[in-house]
C-alpha cells in the first residue's frame, strides 16, 4: 500500500486541472481546425515572430521533436512560414502567414472565451495568489529536478 493517498498528492490535483482546461480548449478550437498544441504555438508566433523552434518548443511545454511535428502541420496547411535565418543559416525562423493569422483570430476568440470563464470562477484576490501559488510550484519542481540532475 502507498504511504501517500492519491486524493492527498498535489500533483493529482493539479493534473486534472491541466486535463480539464486541454479539453475545454480542443473542444473550443476544433472549429478553427486547430489542435492545443498548434494554437500554443501560433499565440507565441504573433507575439515572437521569427522565433526558433526550440525556443518555441519552451514556451510552449513540449519537446523540440514534438514543436516539429506541430510546425510541419502549420506549414503544410500553409499557417505558417519558416526561412532561413539571415545570419545563422542552421536556424529557421518561423512567421505567421495571412492565412494564419486569420485562423489564429478565430481560434484566439474560442481560446479567449475559456480563459474569461476559467478566470470568472474567481475573485481578483483568488486569481491573483492562484497564480502566485502555481509560480511557486513550478520554481520549486524546477529547483527538485535540477538537483536530481
Request: charged residues 25%; contains cysteine.
Amino acid at each position: 500500500m502507498t504511504t501517500l493517498p492519491a486524493s492527498e498528492r498535489l500533483g493529482s490535483h493539479i493534473k486534472r486541472a491541466e486535463q480539464a482546461l486541454n479539453a475545454a480548449k480542443h473542444a473550443a478550437l476544433k472549429p478553427a481546425g486547430l489542435t492545443v498544441p498548434q494554437y500554443a504555438a501560433l499565440l507565441y508566433l504573433s507575439e515572437k515572430p521569427g522565433i526558433s523552434a526550440a525556443a518555441l518548443a519552451r514556451l510552449c511545454g513540449v519537446t523540440p521533436p514534438t514543436m516539429n511535428t506541430v510546425l510541419k502541420n502549420l506549414q503544410e496547411r500553409g499557417l505558417i512560414e519558416r526561412t532561413p535565418h539571415e545570419w545563422h543559416r542552421n536556424i529557421l525562423e518561423t512567421r505567421i502567414t495571412e492565412e494564419g493569422e486569420a485562423v489564429m483570430a478565430q481560434a484566439d476568440g474560442a481560446a479567449v472565451r475559456v480563459e474569461r470563464a476559467l478566470a470568472a470562477e474567481f475573485t481578483e484576490e483568488e486569481r491573483a495568489a492562484l497564480v502566485g501559488l502555481l509560480g511557486r510550484c513550478a520554481a520549486l519542481l524546477d529547483s527538485v529536478r535540477a538537483a536530481g540532475q
